[in-house]
């Protein structure tokens, strides 16, 4: 019975990582859905707003070593979980915003992601989890992570 | 593949409850797992603190009677969503503290609740969402209720 056919996975490259990967693969099988994976990078520019905005001449290039590494990083651990059949994306932005940014313009029906940690269910959380969780509009698996 | 052997339905009697279950029974069904309905009654002793304790004579036949109906309304539910193999409890008190006591009393490794209302995933949550989650030691699935 096939009830999710588009999973996306947030992914970090924390320990958890492998944990998360491997329960969305199952899942995945098990549902013959499509499987995605997001990477979101979070870069704050170096910007002191209580002074002058300090900008290095090479800024966008350092936007694109980051987006490249995050890159490389989400396609080496794909190879090692088997995932060649999975979407890849990297973005630069906020987790929050971009993961339900995804989901709404790919319409997936399942996000699987770790029950804690820095790129976890809490960051669709904070202090407005209700709220959130609400506008979220698709299904939320949260991994839990073995300490 | 399977992955979950004992999947825990928290069960409210409010309209998300259907979508909640149907997407229970097919997960258990596709893991040939164990389902689990608990409902948890919450009811608040009518004693005003600032006042006397006051207690009706017949305190504890109001107990059963709660208990006994919100049992009718779960076995209604099941023969509704054909669950007749569930496992059916309805206990009295705080959702979040029983609902973590099911699971590790009876080592569920899946919690299904509905993504909002009054049963829904926000029990777990409240002030201090990531500390719970990291606490529970299972996965957590929020459906999300069509609204």
């Not at 990582?17 to 990477?39: C, D, F, G, P, T």
């Not at 300090?54 to 088997?82: G, K, P, V």
Request: hydrophobic letters at 40%.
């Amino acid at each position: 019975m096939t009830q999710y056919t588009h999973i996306l996975v947030a992914v970090d490259f924390s320990d958890s990582a492998s944990s998360v990967l491997s329960k969305a693969r199952q899942i995945a099988e098990q549902n013959k859905a499509k499987l995605s994976l997001l990477h979101v990078v979070e870069y704050l520019p170096p910007i002191d707003s209580a002074y002058e905005p300090i900008l290095a001449s090479n800024w966008s290039i350092d936007e694109q070593q980051l987006l490249s590494r995050a890159d490389n990083s989400l396609q080496q651990l794909c190879l090692q979980h088997s995932l060649q059949d999975a979407a890849l994306n990297v973005v630069l932005g906020t987790p929050k915003h971009e993961i339900t940014q995804f989901v709404t313009d790919h319409q997936c029906d399942l996000i699987v992601m770790g029950s804690h940690g820095r790129h976890g269910i809490s960051l669709l959380l904070g202090s407005t989890a209700n709220a959130v969780l609400h506008e979220m509009p698709c299904d939320i698996l949260a991994v839990k992570i073995k300490a």
